[in-house]
Every structure is written in C-alpha cells, then in structure tokens.
C-alpha cells in the first residue's frame, strides 16, 4: 500500500506541476498582523485571505502548503477557515493541498483524511510511523528540520520550490492582489 499511495501523490503532483508549468508550491500562513488591508476589515480574515490568494496564484502554482499553526491561532474560526480554504483550493483542477504541521505520530491521520481535512500530504516529524496517514490516504511528508519547517519538496527527481509568506509580504496594501499575482507569477517561473 505505501508505494501506491506514493505513486497516486507523485502523480497528482505532476499533473498539477504540468498544468500551471512550474515546480511551486505556496504556503499560506496567514496572520492577523500581516493580514493585507483590503481584507483585514474582515471579522474572521483568514479564509477571505486564503480565497483571495488562491484565486491569485492557482494558474502559477502546483498547490498550496497549510500551516496548521497559523490557523490555529485563531481558535476555532482559524480551524474553520483553514477547512474552507483546502476544499476552495482543491475545487481547482489540479492542485494538491499539504498540511504542514509536522505530527510526531499517526494519532491525527483519520482528521487529514477524506473525511475531514482532505489533504493530499501532509508534514510528519523522521520518528512518525506513516502507517496510519496511508490508511487515511494522506502522504506523509517527512520534515527533518522541524524548527524552520517545510524547505521544499522533492519528489520523482524533481524539487519543488515553496514560496512562503515572507517572499509576498509586499502585498499588503491595497493593490494587495495584482503585487501577489506578479511576485509569485515571477518566482514559480524561476523554479520551471
């Protein structure tokens, strides 16, 4: 089963790498703080936030890294809108969702799963047994670095870029969605 599961992921991944032409995925780790003006009007930004991002950068990237922390930080609204925000990024042909959280066991693979989050991957610490992700139908993704998270992917001799939060910080304002669209239009061209 471990190597079926790794095929239907690679697969996926190279489908939606061959569908926007690059090798990017984007991190969405939103913030109260950084949150850009035209939408930190909003009483619970962050799936506005997340909407507005993806409908952005679909056409540029392979998919999109959740982090659960950042999400969470919002309590129960932040859980909610991170559930929305997978399921609106994954309406769009061809684009994986990859939860990084990193989990230390398989305690959680049933909430990532079909059923709950459905997530294509998600982010596991070396020591996690990937046996319950798989049975969920989730990839584990193994983090060796669990302080500076989530560096890349690699996959199928091929090595994705993430373009994170502090590479688009400069869309803040309230040209927020075109200064999004051209940095990372211009960064995912440089990872084909």
């Known amino acids: 089963m471990p190597e079926l599961r790794e095929g239907a992921f690679s697969r996926r991944l190279a489908a939606a790498s061959a569908r926007c032409g690059t090798l990017a995925l984007l991190e969405l780790r939103p913030t109260i703080p950084m949150m850009p ?4 009007r909003f009483d619970d930004p962050f799936l506005p936030f997340g909407k507005a991002v993806i409908n952005v950068t679909h056409p540029f990237v392979c998919g999109y ?3 659960l922390a950042a999400y969470f930080a919002l309590g129960a609204a932040g859980i909610v809108a991170l559930e929305r925000s997978i399921a609106y990024a994954r309406g769009f042909e061809a684009v994986v969702a990859i939860l990084h959280v990193p989990f230390a066991s398989g305690a959680y693979a049933i909430a990532c799963g079909p059923l709950a989050l459905n997530v294509d991957a998600v982010t596991v610490t070396p020591e996690c047994d990937d046996a319950a992700f ?3 139908g989730v990839h584990p993704l193994h983090v060796q670095d669990t302080e500076t998270g ?3 992917l690699m996959t199928d001799s091929r090595t994705y870029t993430l373009i994170r939060p502090e590479d ?3 869309a803040v304002g309230d ?3 075109p200064v999004l669209r051209d940095i990372v239009r211009q960064m995912a061209q440089q990872s084909a």
Do not use: H, K, N, Q
Request: hydrophobic share 55%; net charge negative.
């Open 175 to 177: 040209d927020f969605e």
């Open 150 to 152: 989530f560096p890349g």
């Open 37 to 40: 003006l035209p939408i930190a």
């Open 65 to 67: 890294v959740f982090d």
């Open 168 to 170: 688009y910080r400069a």
């Open 134 to 136: 798989l049975a969920s």
